[in-house]
């Protein structure tokens, strides 16, 4: 049998662009364009790299998300994914990371999976902890955070560098694992890829399919509520003086007026 | 009244600054409790307790260096189970956000992650979160009985606040995902002597402007003059010119200090993810145009090989 290997991706809104927030507090998706979170891009890059050195793999990438979440498909497609699985439900909306999690260990039980593959966190929620809580739904190993990842006689092993120590893990299959954007730069969809991706399959499923209630999603399956949204106020402009040779001690100047030095 | 259970971060012991300003904020919300787990607990109660722990939850076990998480937020777990906690918080490190949402899940809490403010409310702890790098800011409230939030460092105040901080064996059975995954070797990281970045209240960092790993220096005696920590721009962490471990921004560290100076450093919107919510920005950048200026509180346009070193002098002098 394969080495069947589930990338999850997420579509966000373009950091370079006008991100905000839609009346209900909720991230607004609809007037803003949306790409596939570059720090999911390292994510399928790991999974083909790893399903290059299997004699036999299957790459699924999957996300949950609106409907032009589809671009977020194509492009890992064209990166060289073999097929792609939408999760997509106008009850989704506004669901938080807990209700996320849930929906994604649903469909991964409902496509199959050895190894699942996660960014390190998206780039717009960034909270960094759904591939934890999928290891906990799916009751496998989490082999997260790593900056160097392979797989091998049925297990995962990898690096991962914190704040203290820089450690090597190990796991066995299935497991659920994150990598990091120091695992190596993601290749450049090619033409063929392109073109490839287009004839590529794309299931789509919505809640009923993976047998989710949608009480437990959404604005009113979240456990936690967004009250209050405001823009944080521009900082008011600073002082900005040109070196004519004096701009170190002018600096200085300011330090010790703030209480610096 | 209400029991705040506050998750001890050390490193072999020694009790890491943001556990200490957990400890200001749960006494917003009700009694503290310390969760210790690992060697060392007598000596980490005291410093607990003058920070307002009136209970220290403590339990050692070889599961907590030798697996990755899972034996934590068993023991978490349990502690829940023992204090029936309104709230649960743990630092914003990247272990525990994942312990934070783990442990959420098996107890039905809300998770909040990397808020910078979390006050009582009439139902429930309210927190403050920065969003899209920190270009909003949310306040947030759970929906549930009980709340497991994660908070970003210097959110809070170190306060002196003398609690018993008295030891109690806390009773951990493992489950089955607690030996899923084995750390099979550990590396420590060497103290560069310098405060950590996290917790430091002056950073300076240099960016792809600094031109050389040699020329580290300059920021690095610049940060000494300063007592602040170094930090770099992915830019110059990927030319291979300072570790990693020193990336400020989204995918490296968040940063907070009171002063953030940026040598060399363009101001990338994934960078400002991570020292957005400094209190004062200062930025030496040769480009008038670069995006950093419209932060700074304090801009020199300049090369920062003029500028750096006569402010790392003026400042020694100003000191001496
Ligand atoms: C500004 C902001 C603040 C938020 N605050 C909270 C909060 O405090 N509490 C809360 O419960 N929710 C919160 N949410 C909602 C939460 O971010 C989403 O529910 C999200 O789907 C899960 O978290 P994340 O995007 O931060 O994922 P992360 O945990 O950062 O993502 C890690 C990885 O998980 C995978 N992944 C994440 N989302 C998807 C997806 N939809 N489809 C496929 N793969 C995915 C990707 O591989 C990704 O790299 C917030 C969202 C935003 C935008
Ligand atoms: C998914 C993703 C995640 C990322 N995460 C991070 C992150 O965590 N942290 C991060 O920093 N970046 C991150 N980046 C990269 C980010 O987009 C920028 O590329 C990076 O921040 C640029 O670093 P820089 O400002 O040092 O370099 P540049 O943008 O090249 O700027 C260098 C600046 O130095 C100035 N300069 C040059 N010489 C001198 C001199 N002699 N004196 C004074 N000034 C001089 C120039 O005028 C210029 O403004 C990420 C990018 C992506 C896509």
């Given at each position: 049998?394969?080495?069947?290997i589930a990338v999850c991706v997420k579509?966000?809104?373009?950091?370079?662009?006008?991100?905000?927030?839609?009346?209900?507090?909720?991230?607004?998706?609809?007037?803003?364009?949306?790409?596939?979170s570059e720090l999911d891009e390292y994510a399928v890059e790991q999974a083909?790299q790893i399903?290059?050195?299997?004699?036999?793999?299957?790459?699924?990438v999957l996300?949950?998300?609106?409907?032009?979440?589809?671009?977020?498909?194509?492009?890992?497609?064209?990166?060289?994914?073999?097929?792609?699985?939408?999760?997509?439900?106008?009850?989704?909306?506004?669901?938080?990371a807990l209700?996320t999690s849930l929906?994604l260990a649903?469909?991964l039980?409902?496509?199959?999976y050895d190894l699942v593959v996660c960014g390190m966190a998206s780039t717009?929620g960034a909270m960094g902890v759904l591939p934890a809580l999928l290891a906990e739904r799916l009751d496998v190993p989490q082999a997260t955070l790593l900056s160097e990842v392979s797989v091998?006689?049925?297990q995962v092993t990898g690096r991962r560098d914190s704040d203290a120590a820089s450690e090597r893990l190990q796991a066995s299959l299935p497991a659920v694992v994150s990598v990091t954007d120091q695992s190596g730069?993601a290749?450049?969809?090619?033409?063929?890829?392109?073109?490839?991706?287009?004839?590529?399959?794309?299931?789509?499923?919505?809640?009923?399919?993976?047998?989710?209630?949608?009480?437990?999603?959404?604005?009113?399956?979240?456990?936690?509520?967004?009250?209050?949204?405001?823009?944080?106020?521009?900082?008011?402009?600073?002082?900005?003086?040109?070196?004519?040779?004096?701009?170190?001690?002018?600096?200085?100047?300011?330090?010790?007026?703030?209480?610096?030095? | 009244?209400?029991?705040?259970?506050?998750y001890?971060d050390?490193?072999?012991?020694?009790?890491?600054?943001?556990?200490?300003?957990?400890?200001?904020?749960?006494?917003?919300?009700?009694?503290?409790?310390?969760?210790?787990l690992?060697?060392?607990?007598?000596?980490?109660?005291?410093?607990?307790?003058?920070?307002?722990?009136?209970?220290?939850?403590?339990?050692?076990?070889?599961e907590y260096t030798d697996y990755l998480v899972a034996p934590k937020v068993d023991a978490l777990?349990?502690?829940?189970?023992?204090?029936?906690?309104?709230?649960?918080?743990l630092p914003s490190s990247a272990e525990a956000k994942e312990i934070a949402a783990r442990l959420a899940l098996r107890?039905?809490?809300?998770l909040?992650t990397d808020?910078?403010?979390?006050?009582?409310?009439?139902?429930?702890?309210?927190?403050?979160?920065?969003?899209?790098?920190?270009?909003?800011?949310?306040?947030?409230?759970?929906?549930?009985?009980?709340?497991v939030?994660t908070?970003?460092?210097?959110?809070?105040?170190?306060?002196?606040?003398?609690?018993?901080?008295?030891?109690?064996?806390?009773?951990?059975?493992?489950s089955d995902q607690a030996t899923g995954t084995r750390i099979t070797s550990r590396t420590?990281?060497?103290?560069?002597?310098?405060?950590?970045?996290?917790?430091?209240?002056?950073?300076?960092?240099?960016?792809?402007?600094?031109?050389?790993?040699?020329?580290?220096?300059?920021?690095?005696?610049?940060?000494?003059?300063?007592?602040?920590?170094?930090?770099?721009?992915?830019?110059?962490?990927?030319?291979?010119?300072?570790?990693h471990a020193?990336q400020?921004?989204q995918t490296g560290k968040s940063?907070?200090?009171?002063?953030?100076?940026?040598?060399?450093?363009?101001?990338?919107?994934?960078?400002?993810?991570?020292?957005?919510?400094?209190?004062?920005?200062?930025?030496?950048?040769?480009?008038?145009?670069?995006?950093?200026?419209?932060?700074?509180?304090?801009?020199?346009?300049?090369?920062?090989?003029?500028?750096?070193?006569?402010?790392?002098?003026?400042?020694?002098?100003?000191?001496?």
């Amino acid at each position: 049998m394969p080495l069947r290997i589930a990338v999850c991706v997420k579509y966000v809104p373009d950091a370079t662009g006008g991100r905000h927030f839609a009346d209900d507090s909720t991230v607004d998706r609809e007037d803003v364009d949306g790409l596939l979170s570059e720090l999911d891009e390292y994510a399928v890059e790991q999974a083909l790299q790893i399903a290059d050195e299997s004699d036999d793999a299957e790459i699924t990438v999957l996300t949950v998300g609106p409907e032009d979440a589809k671009e977020a498909l194509r492009k890992a497609l064209s990166m060289g994914a073999d097929r792609a699985v939408h999760v997509e439900d106008d009850d989704l909306h506004g669901t938080d990371a807990l209700g996320t999690s849930l929906v994604l260990a649903k469909a991964l039980e409902h496509i199959g999976y050895d190894l699942v593959v996660c960014g390190m966190a998206s780039t717009d929620g960034a909270m960094g902890v759904l591939p934890a809580l999928l290891a906990e739904r799916l009751d496998v190993p989490q082999a997260t955070l790593l900056s160097e990842v392979s797989v091998a006689d049925g297990q995962v092993t990898g690096r991962r560098d914190s704040d203290a120590a820089s450690e090597r893990l190990q796991a066995s299959l299935p497991a659920v694992v994150s990598v990091t954007d120091q695992s190596g730069e993601a290749r450049y969809p090619s033409f063929k890829g392109i073109m490839a991706a287009k004839k590529k399959p794309v299931e789509s499923l919505d809640l009923s399919d993976l047998g989710i209630d949608s009480d437990e999603v959404g604005l009113k399956g979240a456990w936690t509520a967004v009250e209050a949204v405001a823009e944080r106020q521009a900082r008011t402009a600073g002082t900005i003086v040109n070196d004519e040779g004096d701009g170190g001690k002018q600096l200085a100047e300011f330090l010790a007026a703030q209480k610096y030095i | 009244m209400t029991d705040i259970l506050v998750y001890v971060d050390h490193v072999d012991g020694a009790v890491r600054k943001p556990t200490l300003e957990l400890l200001t904020l749960a006494r917003r919300l009700g009694e503290p409790v310390a969760v210790y787990l690992g060697a060392g607990a007598q000596a980490a109660a005291r410093i607990l307790g003058d920070n307002g722990a009136v209970k220290v939850l403590a339990h050692d076990a070889p599961e907590y260096t030798d697996y990755l998480v899972a034996p934590k937020v068993d023991a978490l777990q349990a502690a829940c189970a023992a204090v029936s906690p309104a709230a649960v918080l743990l630092p914003s490190s990247a272990e525990a956000k994942e312990i934070a949402a783990r442990l959420a899940l098996r107890v039905g809490a809300g998770l909040v992650t990397d808020a910078v403010d979390v006050e009582a409310g009439p139902e429930g702890p309210v927190t403050t979160q920065s969003a899209f790098a920190a270009a909003f800011t949310t306040r947030s409230r759970v929906t549930r009985d009980i709340a497991v939030i994660t908070v970003k460092p210097n959110s809070a105040p170190v306060e002196a606040a003398p609690a018993a901080g008295t030891i109690e064996e806390l009773a951990v059975v493992f489950s089955d995902q607690a030996t899923g995954t084995r750390i099979t070797s550990r590396t420590r990281r060497e103290s560069t002597g310098r405060p950590e970045l996290t917790e430091a209240e002056t950073v300076v960092a240099g960016g792809r402007g600094v031109n050389g790993a040699e020329n580290f220096r300059i920021i690095e005696a610049l940060a000494d003059s300063l007592g602040a920590a170094v930090g770099a721009s992915r830019a110059a962490v990927d030319s291979g010119w300072y570790p990693h471990a020193h990336q400020i921004g989204q995918t490296g560290k968040s940063v907070s200090p009171q002063l953030y100076v940026a040598a060399g450093i363009s101001g990338a919107i994934q960078h400002r993810a991570g020292m957005q919510t400094s209190k004062t920005i200062v930025a030496i950048n040769k480009d008038a145009e670069a995006p950093i200026f419209d932060l700074a509180d304090y801009g020199v346009v300049g090369d920062l090989f003029e500028v750096v070193p006569r402010l790392t002098e003026e400042i020694r002098a100003r000191k001496a």
